[in-house]
């Protein structure tokens, strides 16, 4: 897998020591989120919204592709196609909360991946990403499914971006405090956070049990099975 | 508190049914998230970076002012003063796993803010954001700290964007699939997410005790106070 080469787009401008060029910590990143956001320019201003998506590291773009998932009414999903569009996607891992308001921080990983939204037409390209979409929230679950029908494929758009041109920045670690802090004695310290689950709601017109891949997915994300 | 009054930059184009006016709401979101994510038109394509933000529902601007704080140098900060911004807040409530792909989705909140970013040049409004910023993270934090130096605040951009020109889209509750999916049989349900804290962390060279108002966060937040 190569490298992450900074673009003039995606060279960090400020605190360049939290970069990473390694590109399967960038990939780790995107399987675990569950959202992303995307920017899009619309008359003179930026439009950004949350979205569902999914990656193959084998798509047909250059250093794989990144799904995103919309309506085909969507005011964003209309501009994106052709233009150059921004897909963020952070991860928030904690509170760092040093001696001084400045010096006070977070925690976090964040992947930005800048490039050029291809309409994904091809319908076997547009049904294989939304079973990626649907596996990326709970892995293997678009196999127990019934396929979509004609229909619903109309509805839904799929834009395609490359992975090519992404960057990844992340802060770990304790507080970075001035001596002169640290010596007047004030607290400091980190604060965890990480997204969690809770108990499986099963649908109340379901007889079923919590499916195996659902079970596994919310035990992950440390939560339990419910009833 | 003035309804939420959408423009055409705000208004919602899909799943409008999802589109709640109150206020009230609004502010609620913003009080609970800890991180936004602003969108800023670079050359010829939008930038998306996740920020850590604070609300002054008082301050000087229409609607109040949302603050959004970053470093002097870089590159989406250097930019976003005197253009049009978007600030995204959202807040991941669950995965709504369906009986089919076409019908899952995801329970969330997400407020969007469309305005001129203004470059927050008063020092008094300055050290006021900056306060608010570290206040938004653990209450009544701020208080408990020394002031800003000169040197802090001069390398400190802290941006005010109106919370005038806002809408906010949530979905909540269970499935909704087609009868003929129902009787199908397939399983379908609810997984709740949250971020959840958790143990607090505090740095080795600290010999005090955990503060009140982290022990009050980290709860809040469904974290312990650690050692």
Known sequence: M??????????????????????SELMALLDEAIIAHIGVIADQHPVVVPVAFAVDPDGPDEGGTIYVHGSVG???????????????????DGLVLARSAFNHSMN?????????????????????????????VVPGRAATLRPNTPKELAATQMLAVPLHEASLKMRTGGVNDEPEDVAAGTWAGVLPLRLVA????????????VPDGVRRRAAALGGSSGQ
């Open 2 to 23: 190569a490298d992450l080469s900074p673009t003039d787009r995606t060279r960090l401008t400020r605190e360049k020591e939290r970069g990473r060029r390694d590109r």
């Open 74 to 92: 969507a005011g964003w999903m209309r501009r994106a196609p052709g233009t150059d569009v921004c897909i963020t996607v952070t991860a928030l």
């Open 108 to 136: 976090y990983r964040c992947a930005v991946v800048i490039g050029r939204a291809r309409r994904v037409e091809d319908a076997e390209e547009r049904a294989r990403a939304m079973s990626l979409t649907v596996d990326h």
């Open 198 to 209: 809770g108990a499986v709601e099963t649908d109340a017109e379901t007889s079923e049990p």
